[in-house]
């Protein structure tokens, strides 16, 4: 089964908009209905998505995909929040002797230290260690606070895909947060696209794999994350009020370049491609930041 794929874009004359993928083409959803709907946060707000995807499906695309850049499929969310330590392989690689804990680790990103798909992330010059964590993500369509886990995957809008990028010198300049090598400018990517959700099925066990220039580097299953999408927000929204267009970034297998002896760093001309069963695969260059 082919979902239906929103992106948000922008042209090769700047202006942003989004679209519904048609074929190798988009249908740009936004020069139709952009003074009811400005972008794909508010189509999501409306619990839209698949009305559209209906009523546009057979729509002729307006231009290839190839002419838009890509850029985060949710513009501007009020929060992205980021699951840490998800899956079993990833806890045993602390080498600490703990079981996995009882509640998920998080942190937060700025939604600037994200790039869309097909762009590059940016080496800064303050640090070499630019690592990958491909990752599954959910975007949040019905808001809620103290949200009961039997309830919480009602909550869905749609799903996506994370390359969070990470700088591991700069997650250990302080003794107890990570947010300095979490959010450096379009160090991570999300996208391509959105996939509407539908049903539990399509979380159930979903194969996530993180290529480096056709290497496997990391590959596991849904169905073995720690905290299981219920559980993530069911106690994210114990502390803060979900809203619709919130990005919450699920965890990432083992096998990123840190853990490797020695450490395999990612240097400008690599190619990332992160994966997943019913997604699709988000790819991303490495440049080094320009000055």
Known sequence: MTHPRFLSFSTSAGRPGYGLVSGDGVVDL???LGDRYPSLREVIEDGALLRLADEFGDVAADFPVDEVTFGIPVPAPEKIICVGVNFPDRNEEYKDGQAAPSNPSLFIRFPRSFTGHDRPLIRPPES???????????VIGKG???IPEAEALSHIAALTLCNEGTL????RHAKFNVTQGKNFDASGSIGPWLVPYTDES???????ETRVNGEVRQSDRTSRMI????KIINYVSTFTTLVPGDVIVCGTPTGAGARFDPPIWLKPGDVVEVEAEGIGLLR???ADEVL
């Open 128 to 138: 070499h260690q630019l690592d990958y964590e491909g990752e599954i993500t959910i």
């Open 284 to 286: 991303n260059t490495i």
């Open 144 to 146: 809620g606070r103290r």
């Open 227 to 230: 905290f299981s999408f219920r």
């Open 202 to 208: 399509q979380l159930a066990d979903i194969k996530l």
């Open 30 to 32: 936004s020069a139709r």
């Open 168 to 171: 591991r010198d700069w997650v």
